[in-house]
């Protein structure tokens, strides 16, 4: 986001949108994934640095898990122990 930020001039911007995840929201349940929420928190925070600094709309769209793949499956198996 950073290097984003330095070289597209987000000033000339009308508005950002940003990727994330619900899932960081629930943190209890994301046990052992610390760089996956780290991630999602940094986007939520720059969101709002951006919007402070550049005046534009930048916003972050929190996306649900995928509930048959992915991390969502490894961390429910873990925590249910099968």
């Given at each position: 986001m950073?290097l984003?930020?330095?070289?597209?001039?987000f000033?000339?911007l009308e508005?950002?949108a940003l990727f994330?995840?619900?899932?960081?929201l629930?943190?209890?349940?994301?046990?052992?994934?610390v760089?996956?929420?780290?991630?999602n928190?940094?986007?939520?925070?720059f969101?709002?640095?951006?919007r402070?600094k550049?005046g534009?709309?930048?916003?972050?769209?929190?996306?649900?898990?995928?509930?048959d793949v992915?991390?969502t499956?490894?961390?429910q198996?873990?925590?249910?122990?099968?």
């Amino acid at each position: 986001m950073l290097l984003f930020e330095k070289y597209l001039g987000f000033e000339n911007l009308e508005f950002v949108a940003l990727f994330s995840s619900i899932g960081n929201l629930f943190y209890q349940m994301k046990f052992g994934q610390v760089a996956y929420n780290a991630a999602n928190e940094f986007l939520a925070s720059f969101a709002h640095y951006g919007r402070e600094k550049y005046g534009i709309h930048i916003f972050t769209i929190n996306w649900t898990d995928w509930l048959d793949v992915g991390m969502t499956v490894n961390t429910q198996l873990a925590v249910l122990g099968s």
